[in-house]
Every structure is written in structure tokens, then in C-alpha cells.
């Protein structure tokens, strides 16, 4: 079976479900300059550069990427609603100053002679057929000594999502209307959201695109991302950042393994850590990253069954794999573990029909769901190992 994936999905519903609460745009800008200083992207950088984004939504994170004052930007989308709220913020004069190109089409068919010093990706690629492939077309723009940024993510830090869509058989037998479901699905997520803080996306945004998209495998990891550019960048910052580099500056010679090396290893060893955004790596212990990104894996596949037929009577069954999953996480983090099997508790109720069914702890619980990596794109002749 085909599932669509999200310009299929968005074209198909008419919907760009990644807006922004933007009544008070100053949270909004201060955590996007947070963002990219954790990338390092200082706001120097951007006078006068080129910038290309590819899966722009509504536009609403380059307002504040445009404070920057980039000579020129490049949106390309293929969901022709994104590009008609971007040309609704041009004509309101949003991008004053900045020389603005929309591009309808999909990422694969755009093609440009320039180079790009700053290309972005966000929450685009890992829902692709081929994310390696989307991921490296868009890696060929970036000029050298330029910035690339993504979003990748995992089946650890997805898997608290996993967890809350398995609510939506119940909800797609009670509600066969889409509209409806929607409706039902943002009351009964009030708990989760409001108790996520920074929580910024507009609520039924949020549960058209995670609760009620029809997924496919819908990840491409941090090693994944390092893994497909490794030839020709070197990884330069995260959010969260999670890599660590002691070497010693006289020791980056060429000869050492490198950046790229060092931030793989550090991401797996902390690789549990993004199972529960409460929690920090000090606190993970000796949790066994690969076996639970397996475990998570598994959770994955077995929810996209029971998701594609709304088959509530499987929902104890994915109740018995979370309780796996909480036994593995129980040593290294106990709060991930109780909130983990007061999930299973809550969804059997709600598979019984108890529509007030008690989730305990587990609405507070989060995956470090996407993570935001950057490269930069080393120079021809650098000779620099990866």
C-alpha cells in the first residue's frame, strides 16, 4: 500500500498544519535566534548572503531568518498553500529588502546554477521515500564554506508520538468525519499540549500532522544525515547539543577521525536521552541505545497496522510492547517508566471505551521528537577528514 506522504497529504486535506502561533512574534523570533545560535549561525552571517529553503510551510520561521538582511531568498515547496501564504507575507512587506523567489515544485525537480550560503531543510526530509537522496540533491546548493540544516529524528524520539496515535482509532470510529476528529483529538490532547512549554504550533496543526497523518517509516537519523553529506561537510552544531569535543585544537590536523566521527559517537551513546525531553544524558545510565532504538522500531511498525485500520481491538498489544520498552527505560530513567506504563493503562481504558480514561503522568511525557543539525560545506581544496 501507498500511503501519501506530506505533499500528498497536505495537498489532498488543503492544509499547511506547521503554523505558528504568532499573536506575540517575540517568543517566536527569540527561540528562532536560540535555534540558530545552538547551529551556529550567528546573525552576522546573514547580511548580504543567499539563503534557499526548502519546505518553507507558511514562512513563518523566515521572519526571522530575514531580520538578518540576506540579499536574496529562495523558497521551494511543492504545496502550492505554503507558497500563497508566503506571498501573502511579501505583499504585506514582511521581507522588506530581501529579494524573494517561489518555486512550485518538488525538491528533486528544482535546479539552480548559484550556490547557496545558507540552505534549510526543516522537517522536511524524513517522511521522504529516499531521505538520503532528498537530502543530498539539497546538500548540492550549499556554496562552499556555506551552512546546511535539516531536522532528523529517531524511532527513540518519536516514540512518545507513536504512543499518543494510537488514541486515533478510537477517536476515527467515533468521529468518521475528518473535521471532527480533529475537533475531538485538540480536546483531548489539551493535557499533553499545555503542558509542553514553548508549545508554539496551533493546536489543530498539530493534530493533523501527528496524530492523523498517515505515516510511513518516518525517520532519518542524526547518523543517517552525518552519513549522507560525510564526503563533503562537516557536522557544526545541533538542538539539543549533544556532542561533546575534547580533542585538542594542535591534534586536528587531518590525521584524527574528525568532527563528523565524534558527533556520531556522542549521539549514540547518548541515543536514550531523547526517548523523554525531561530528562538530560547524566540521567540515562547504561540504557542500551541500539536495542531500544529496535524495541522503538518495532512499536513503529506495529502502530502503523493498527493506525492504517483502526484496530482497536491490537491496542493491548501495543500496550504489552510499551511495557517492554518501559522495563528497558525503568533503570536508567523511572519517571520515562511510569509515565511509559501509565500510557498502557490509560489506552486499554480508552480501547474499552472509557473516553475519560486516566493517562496518570504520561501527558507530560515528550520524545526530543526532531532534532535540528547543521554542516558546513568544507572548501575544494581543505583536505580535511571527515
Not at 536574496?72 to 514582511?94: C, P, W
Amino acid at each position: 500500500m501507498n500511503e501519501p506522504g506530506f505533499l500528498d497529504y497536505y495537498r489532498a486535506r488543503g492544509i499547511i498544519p506547521t503554523r505558528q502561533d504568532l499573536t506575540d512574534r517575540v517568543p517566536h523570533l527569540n527561540r528562532r535566534r536560540a535555534l540558530y545560535l545552538q547551529l551556529g549561525i550567528v546573525p552576522a552571517f546573514l547580511a548580504g548572503r543567499r539563503v534557499l529553503e526548502f519546505g518553507p510551510g507558511p514562512g513563518d520561521n523566515a521572519l526571522f531568518t530575514v531580520l538578518g538582511n540576506p540579499e536574496t531568498y529562495v523558497f521551494v515547496d511543492g504545496n502550492e498553500t505554503s507558497l500563497e501564504h508566503i506571498e501573502a507575507k511579501e505583499k504585506a512587506g514582511e521581507f522588506e529588502g530581501v529579494a524573494v523567489e517561489k518555486h512550485l515544485m518538488d525538491f528533486l525537480a528544482f535546479q539552480d546554477d548559484r550556490t547557496f550560503d545558507l540552505v534549510l531543510a526543516e522537517g522536511c526530509i524524513h517522511g521522504q521515500e529516499d531521505p538520503a537522496a532528498y537530502f543530498s540533491h539539497i546538500a548540492g546548493f550549499v556554496a562552499p564554506g556555506g551552512v546546511l540544516v535539516t531536522t532528523t529524528q529517531s524511532f527513540i524520539s518519536i516514540f512518545p508520538e507513536i504512543c499518543r496515535r494510537m488514541v486515533k482509532p478510537v477517536f476515527a470510529r467515533r468521529h468518521p468525519d475528518f473535521d471532527d476528529q480533529v475537533k475531538a483529538l485538540v480536546a483531548f490532547f489539551q493535557p499533553d499540549l499545555k503542558s509542553l512549554q514553548g508549545m508554539s504550533r496551533l493546536h489543530e496543526d498539530w493534530v493533523m500532522d501527528q496524530i492523523l497523518h498517515p505515516y510511513r517509516k518516518f525517520t532519518f537519523t542524526i547518523a543517517e544525515a552525518i552519513d549522507t553529506v560525510a564526503d563533503s561537510f562537516d557536522f557544526l552544531g545541533s538542538s539539543p547539543r549533544f556532542a561533546t569535543d575534547w580533542r585538542w585544537y594542535k591534534s586536528m590536523d587531518g590525521s584524527d577521525p574528525g568532527i563528523n566521527d565524534v558527533a556520531r559517537s556522542c549521539h549514540a551513546a547518548q541515543a536514550a536521552a531523547f526517548l523523554d525531553y525531561r530528562i538530560t544524558p547524566d540521567q540515562v545510565g547504561a540504557c542500551d541505545g541500539q536495542l531500544l532504538e529496535r524495541m522503538c522500531e518495532k512499536a513503529f511498525d506495529l502502530h502503523l497496522e493498527i493506525w492504517r485500520d483502526d484496530d482497536v481491538a491490537r491496542l493491548p498489544e501495543f500496550a504489552d510492547l510499551t511495557t517492554e520498552i518501559a522495563a528497558m527505560a525503568a533503570d536508567a530513567s523511572p519517571g520515562t517508566a511510569r509515565s511509559l506504563i501509565d500510557f498502557t493503562h490509560g489506552i486499554r481504558a480508552l480501547a474499552q471505551g472509557d473516553m475519560a480514561a486516566d493517562f496518570g503522568s504520561f501527558p507530560t511525557l515528550y520524545g526530543r521528537c526532531l532534532q535540528f543539525v547543521s554542516f558546513v560545506r568544507r572548501p575544494p581544496v581543505s583536505g580535511q577528514a571527515s
